[in-house]
C-alpha cells in the first residue's frame, strides 16, 4: 500500500476518533444536564409537599428557578447546549447504532430515534427560554398536556388516539421502574470502575429514581387515559398537576415528598451515568 494511501487511511481514522470524541463529551454533558433539571424538579416537588406551592414542578418552574439564580442566563443557555448534545449522541445511536451487541437492532435504533425527538424538543424548549421567546419550556405543562389533548381529541379517532397515547406513557412508566428494580441500568455503566460505596450510591440513586421517574410517568399515563374514556381534555394532567396528586392519596403528603425525593436521586444518577457510562 502506497504512502498516500496510508496517510488516507490515518486522517480518516483520525476524523472518526475525533468525532467519537466529540460526540461522548456531548453526551456525557448531556446526562449533567438533565440531573440538574431533576434537582430542581425533585426540589421544587419537595416545596409542595411541604407547604410551599407557588412554584410548579416541572420543567417550566424548573428554568424559572435557574432564570432567577446569578448567572441564570448563562446557565439556562448551558442546559440548552447538554441536552442539544444528548439529542445528537442518541441521533448518532438511531444512525449507527448503539454500544452493545443488540446496539444495532431495528427495535433499539427505534428508541434512540424517539429519544432524539425528545431531546431535541426539550433543548429547544430551554434556550427559547433563554432567549427571551418564551416557548413551550416557559409554559405550564398542565395546560400545555390539556391543549394537546383536547387538540388530539379533535381528531377523527381522537379519543383512540389520546388513549392508547396515555396507555403508551403508562407501560413506559412501568417498564422504567422494573428495569430499575431489575437494574438494567448496570450493563450501560464501567462497573469494573465503581467500587464499594460508590457502587452501592449508585445503586441507590439509580433504584430509587427509576421507580420514582417511572412512578410519575405511570401516572401521567393513567390520567391521559382517564381523560379519554370520559371524553374530558381537562383531566389530562402535566408534571406539575401529576406531582401535586400524589399528595391527594391516603398516604397525603409524604408519598409526594418520597416521590420527590425519589427525583432528585434521578438526579444525581444521571451525574453517575455522566461519569461512568459507555459510550
Avoid: N
Avoid at 4 to 27: P, Q
Avoid at 57 to 74: F, I, K, T
Avoid at 226 to 250: C, H, M
Amino acid at each position: 500500500m502506497g504512502t498516500w494511501a496510508l496517510t488516507r487511511r490515518g486522517r480518516r481514522t483520525a476524523r472518526r476518533a475525533s468525532d467519537s470524541s466529540a460526540l461522548e463529551t456531548a453526551a456525557r454533558c448531556g446526562f449533567v444536564a438533565r440531573g440538574v433539571l431533576y434537582l430542581l424538579v425533585g426540589l421544587l416537588a419537595m416545596r409542595i409537599a411541604f407547604g410551599d406551592g407557588e412554584q410548579e414542578a416541572d420543567r417550566g418552574g424548573a428554568l424559572a428557578e435557574v432564570s432567577a439564580q446569578p448567572l441564570g442566563q448563562y446557565l439556562l443557555w448551558a442546559l440548552g447546549a447538554g441536552l442539544a448534545g444528548m439529542a445528537l449522541w442518541r441521533l448518532s445511536e438511531a444512525l449507527f447504532g448503539a454500544v452493545g451487541p443488540d446496539g444495532h437492532k431495528p427495535g433499539k435504533r427505534l428508541l434512540s430515534l424517539a429519544r432524539f425527538l425528545f431531546y431535541g424538543f426539550v433543548s429547544y424548549s430551554i434556550l427559547s427560554f433563554a432567549v427571551g421567546t418564551g416557548g413551550s419550556g416557559s409554559g405550564s405543562s398542565d395546560k400545555q398536556s390539556e391543549d394537546v389533548t383536547a387538540r388530539a381529541m379533535a381528531l377523527p379517532a381522537g379519543q383512540w388516539i389520546v388513549g392508547i397515547g396515555g396507555l403508551a406513557i403508562a407501560v413506559a412508566g412501568v417498564w422504567i421502574a422494573g428495569r430499575a428494580v431489575l437494574r438494567k441500568y448496570r450493563k450501560h455503566l464501567k462497573t469494573s470502575q465503581l467500587r464499594g460505596r460508590t457502587r452501592q450510591a449508585v445503586d441507590v440513586t439509580g433504584v430509587a429514581g427509576g421507580i420514582a421517574r417511572g412512578a410519575v410517568f405511570a401516572m401521567l399515563g393513567g390520567f391521559a387515559v382517564k381523560a379519554a374514556v370520559d371524553y374530558e381534555p381537562d383531566q389530562a394532567k402535566g408534571i406539575d398537576d401529576t406531582l401535586r396528586s400524589f399528595a391527594d392519596t391516603p398516604a397525603g403528603p409524604w408519598l409526594l415528598a418520597l416521590i420527590a425525593v425519589g427525583l432528585a436521586m434521578f438526579g444525581l444518577f444521571s451525574f453517575a451515568m455522566a461519569r461512568w457510562r459507555k459510550m
